[in-house]
């Protein structure tokens, strides 16, 4: 070990101003001490919006567990944006996202990303994972809420003779149904794995009904034995969520498990709003009380540091030099000097002053 540091220290000498890593870069992209990165090994177009992106990680990363999501690093315009994506290949493979070609960040990555390029990246998080003992389980899905819940499905019904999975997914269109094909091919493949799907369009426009039970009954009539997993737009789970607190009772509820792609805000939590300043970036802009801090710095070309979006990984804390905030989860609202705010999930409540 002493022979080694010895060495990085002629080593740095030699390449000053420039590190060691900075030239082990050169050969090997994912040679890095100071930001776990990923190289992109196969690109996969699924709809007209959506893209498969697979990757070899390097050293660091953290095999993931199905139904986990990573924060994903890219660089757009010279700036490295994050976002949370989950992971949507089988454990034990290398791990791969699926994104749809939705605002500047998952649209440069659905559309743009090329084999070969780097990503940056963040180890894999969530409890949003399948059960250590398998029962008979209920996916109920819709648009991208799918990506997590196909990681499941790739990873039990292959291995599991005994596994027993309805999949009940809902899209506008055939042509926008994720993995379409391949879930079927499944079906076909393993007994234990039931497909429905759910076309919104051909329904006439009427979307899957999760606030009455006839639907969930003609699709699945054992769902209320069976351990139900749901992830999809605020309103599929919101509806999902008072259906098995109307339906059953306390144990009954327990046989639900969400994951949710956006914070959980209090009805009415939004206040008076102020006048946001950025006191590093020279910036100010007028944001109202229900607009979250995050957003309204992006909107005035402020880079913000951000990732799962939704107040659970805090990679948005941003100190606050003077004024108060509203968290849009409890209405609660706080601030002191030197507190590091989740700009996801806090409002202006009056003038704010950031230290970014």
Not at 81 to 109: F, K, N
Request: proline share 6%; glycine share 10%.
């Amino acid at each position: 070990m002493t022979q080694f540091r010895a060495l990085r220290r002629v080593a740095s000498i030699l390449t000053t101003p420039r590190e060691p890593e900075d030239f082990l870069n050169l050969v090997n992209p994912l040679a890095s001490a100071r930001q776990l990165r990923g190289v992109v090994t196969k690109v996969e177009r699924e709809t007209p919006d959506s893209t498969t992106i697979h990757f070899r990680p390097g050293r660091g990363w953290n095999p993931h567990a199905a139904g986990q999501w990573a924060r994903i690093g890219v660089e757009i315009d010279g700036v490295r944006q994050w976002r949370s994506y989950s992971l949507s290949a089988a454990v034990g493979h290398d791990p791969a996202i699926t994104v749809t070609a939705i605002g500047t960040v998952s649209t440069a990555l659905a559309r743009d990303t090329k084999v070969g390029d780097i990503l940056f990246l963040d180890t894999p998080q969530g409890d949003f994972v399948l059960p250590e003992h398998p029962r008979p389980l209920l996916m109920l899905t819709a648009g991208s809420g799918l990506t997590p819940v196909m990681s499941m499905i790739r990873t039990l019904v292959p291995r599991r003779p005994d596994a027993d999975v309805v999949l009940i997914h809902s899209a506008r269109t055939r042509d926008d149904a994720l993995f379409h094909d391949e879930l079927l091919e499944l079906a076909d493949q393993f007994p234990g794995l039931t497909v429905r799907h759910w076309f919104t369009r051909a329904e006439g426009g009427r979307r899957l009904d999760l606030s009455d039970p006839t639907d969930l009954e003609t699709l699945c009539p054992d769902w209320r034995e069976r351990a139900a997993y749901a992830c999809g737009p605020t309103e599929f789970l919101d509806a999902a969520t008072e259906l098995w607190l109307r339906d059953g009772d306390d144990d009954t509820h327990t046989n639900l498990t969400i994951e949710r792609f956006a914070p959980v805000l209090l009805e009415g939590s939004g206040g008076e709003g102020g006048l946001l300043t950025f006191e590093k970036s020279d910036k100010e802009v007028e944001a109202g009380g229900d607009v979250p801090l995050l957003e309204a710095g992006e909107e005035c070309g402020v880079v913000m540091p951000s990732g799962c979006r939704m107040g659970i990984c805090r990679s948005c804390l941003v100190p606050l030099v003077a004024g108060k905030v509203r968290d849009l989860r409890t209405g609660e609202v706080h601030g002191d000097e030197g507190e590091l705010i989740q700009t996801c999930v806090n409002a202006a409540a009056g003038p704010v002053h950031l230290d970014i």
